[in-house]
């Protein structure tokens, strides 16, 4: 049987960034709620979480990359909500975001993880920020600490 290396929800040592966008605000703070509870259920005090606020999705990259590169940081979340429009400006900010985050994790080796949410409507996006499809914020900070715990586990 091979060897099998995996993550888990054991509480992480280090701290942790929380990289949110002030636009849709609605949606995002409840994100940042969903991400402040599944860190604290799983260990981790305030005093080891940082909140940094940005004005929208598309500037969510540069400063998750800038605190992953810190080596202050054992894990950064990114959450907002991207929510269609009347015009293709939608796809360029998912696109954007999605292709930073991506390159703020394989630039720094640190989990940078996605939360942002893509949705078509506001319903959608409340639906994703502790409604009736759950808190993708709070999934976030699991995978955060699921990849810090995994990371160290390869090292």
Do not use: W
């Not at 999605?98 to 959608?124: K, M």
Request: with cysteine; hydrophobic share 45%; net charge negative.
């Amino acid at each position: 049987e091979p060897m099998t290396f995996e993550g888990d929800h054991s509480p992480p040592a280090g701290r942790f960034a929380i990289v949110a966008a002030k636009f849709n605000r609605d949606v995002a703070d409840r994100l940042v709620e969903g991400a402040l509870e599944g860190f604290r259920k799983h260990g981790l005090k305030d005093a080891a979480i940082d909140l940094v606020r940005v004005p929208g999705a598309f500037e969510l990259p540069l400063v998750c990359r800038k605190l992953a590169a810190s080596g202050k940081y054992s894990g950064v979340v990114a959450l907002g909500a991207v929510i269609r429009g009347d015009t293709n400006h939608y796809d360029y900010v998912c696109d954007a975001a999605t292709r930073g985050i991506l390159d703020a994790n394989l630039q720094t080796g640190v989990p940078v993880i996605f939360g942002v949410l893509t949705c078509e409507t506001e319903e959608q996006a409340l639906a994703r920020a502790g409604g009736s499809e759950g808190n993708k914020g709070l999934d976030a900070a699991l995978a955060a600490i699921e990849m810090d715990n995994l990371l160290k586990k390869l090292a």
